[in-house]
């Protein structure tokens, strides 16, 4: 079946570059948008960004140029770096799949079970 | 940005109740409305794509239906296991927004 496993530290500095990597099985990693979102202690679900195995990549407007995603087809895998990090960027951060068909399918299918990352010092 | 706006933000149901969730669209969104189900300490799990297409594995009890700028989620006969928070999350625009999310307790 299909997983994904998201690692990464627990813990990052504030001011430094949070990075997390998700491993994708089960599935092709051609097959979807890969994405990253993430969820604040007890708040709601915040879309980070994502990218194609193409390498056409969307971001959050909000979040602005601190967001980079790559996808390594080779392994499998995709990243999520964001700089500068806060307290406010303390967060469950999930990887995802979501699929793209045609009409108005447009969705996130798959989740990992999220990594929870706290900034502070 | 398109913002969405749940309601209610929590509610009270019994098992066997009728539940309906709405979600409403700052500006018209088509059909381009997903809901999905988060229980506490797991990952949402998507039930409804495209305003009214139920997923694979998803029980006939949930329902959605809407378009343009209101939709809503029904749930037909509450379930133990459906005792959850539920989000809408809009894929017109690539802000890929959620709703705050409705706990039913």
């Known amino acids: 079946q299909v997983q994904l496993q998201e690692s990464g530290p627990g813990l990052v500095k504030p001011s430094e570059t949070l990075s997390l990597t998700c491993t994708v099985s089960?599935?092709?990693?051609?097959?979807?948008?890969w994405s990253w979102i993430r969820q604040p202690p007890g708040k709601g679900l915040e879309y980070i960004g994502d990218?194609?195995?193409?390498?056409?990549?969307n971001n959050n407007p909000s979040l602005g140029s601190r967001v980079t995603i790559s996808v390594d087809t080779s392994k499998n895998q995709f990243s999520l770096k964001l700089t500068s990090v806060t307290a406010a960027d303390t967060a469950v951060y999930y990887c995802a799949g979501r699929r793209v068909v045609g009409g108005w399918l447009n969705y996130f299918e798959y989740w990992g079970q999220g990594i929870p990352v706290t900034v502070s010092s | 940005d398109i913002q969405m706006t749940q309601s209610p933000s929590s509610l009270s149901a019994s098992v066997g109740d009728r539940v309906t969730i709405t979600c409403r669209a700052s500006?018209?969104?088509?059909?381009?409305l997903n809901w999905y189900q988060q229980k506490p300490g797991k990952a949402p799990k998507v039930l409804i794509s495209?305003?009214?297409t139920l997923q694979s594995g998803v029980p006939s009890r949930f329902s959605g239906s809407g378009s343009g700028t209101d939709f809503t989620l029904t749930i037909s006969s509450l379930q133990p296991e459906d005792f959850a928070t539920y989000y809408c999350?809009?894929?017109?625009?690539?802000?890929?927004?959620f709703g705050q999310g409705t706990k039913v307790e």
């Open positions: 089960g599935v092709s990693i051609s097959s979807h948008y």
């Open positions: 495209a305003a009214s």
């Open positions: 990218m194609y195995y193409t390498g056409s990549a």
């Open positions: 999350q809009q894929s017109s625009s690539t802000s890929y927004t």
């Open positions: 500006q018209t969104i088509a059909r381009y």
